[in-house]
């Protein structure tokens, strides 16, 4: 991966495993949050609830499996509601995209973690990197749409 899109995605990972302000504060900045391991979940939603009451912020909680999360319940303007449509249909495409050229390799990509229009994933067997930026133009970097996972179960 190229050093710079490395430093990128270093940034964006270590920002979402570290969050060093809290979940609350991570889900005010970004937009979303999800539990760490290791915290029940209902607890972890209630907690975040409580703050967002406290602040007058409508949010949305919700368990999946063993974990939870919670976004913004945000109004899009009428006049915006399409561009942001599309911008996410382009995104969901993109990363699909990315997702498929790695699994062609053996790759077995993580979840995706985004901020802003950068995307980051890493495989599950090998850890290999995915990087991407949605825009003008777009960037597509890492490991894993190059080599071959060598730690793939085939």
């Not at 609830?49 to 319940?73: E, H, P, W, Y």
């Not at 890493?122 to 890492?142: K, L, N, V």
Request: net charge negative; proline share 5%.
């Amino acid at each position: 991966m190229l050093a710079d899109h490395e430093e990128r995605f270093r940034r964006s990972a270590s920002g979402f495993l570290e969050r060093p302000a809290g979940d609350y504060a991570e889900l005010l900045r970004r937009g979303h949050v999800s539990s760490p391991e290791g915290v029940e979940p209902d607890e972890w939603r209630k907690e975040i609830r409580r703050k967002a009451r406290q602040d007058k912020i409508r949010v949305i909680t919700s368990r999946d499996g063993d974990g939870a999360f919670a976004m913004l319940n945000r109004m899009i303007p009428d006049d915006q509601a399409m561009d942001v449509m599309r911008h996410a249909f382009d995104r969901s495409t993109l990363l699909g995209e990315l997702a498929r050229r790695s699994a062609e390799l053996g790759h077995q990509v993580s979840g995706w973690l985004g901020h802003d229009d950068e995307s980051i994933a890493f495989c599950e067997h090998c850890g290999a990197r995915i990087y991407t930026r949605q825009g003008s133009p777009t960037i597509q970097d890492g490991e894993a749409l190059i080599d071959p996972c060598p730690s793939s179960p085939a």
